[in-house]
């Protein structure tokens, strides 16, 4: 088994990335609802 500096390495590695992906998705959904009001509103 790896040590547990090893572990909890890995997992605050993990938790990171979690954080990461949800900012990105967070931001990717923020982006398309700001396109489909442009696109709504006719200036798009």
Excluded: D, M, Q
């Amino acid at each position: 088994t790896p040590p547990p500096y090893t572990k909890s390495l890995t997992w605050s590695n993990i938790k990171s990335a979690h954080c990461l992906l949800f900012a990105n998705s967070a931001n990717a959904l923020w982006a398309f609802s700001i396109n489909s009001e442009v696109h709504r509103s006719g200036t798009f």
